[in-house]
């Protein structure tokens, strides 16, 4: 025989849970307000610490890069870097050996 008795579960109307409530709305806006409070408080924090860093010039160098950039670059300043570089001389390309110097040899590229 099978006992399908549940009567240990506080049901809807049942007077044991008469009286007891968890607070409801006002639990969940003083909850949230916290919550707001201390993101806004962390948030405040990190806006300080940037701008003392911003102050001292501490910034990783990317946030200077983006917060003061540099002009842009005219024709005739391209033209004076490009002629201020040394001349790059011609690459020789790789010597090759042909397959029908020797055909016991495996052809590659090395001399």
Known sequence: MVHTSFSGIPRAGN???????????????????????GLGAFYAHLHRKHEKKTRLGTNPYYEQRIAYPDPPLSVARLESIVESQPPVAPQKPTPQRSSADDPNRAYTKRP
Not at 15 to 37: D, F, T, Y
Request: hydrophobic share 45%.
């Open 15 to 37: 007077s044991n849970m008469a009286g007891h409530s968890s607070g409801g709305a006002k639990g969940i806006i003083l909850g949230m307000s916290g919550v707001i409070v």
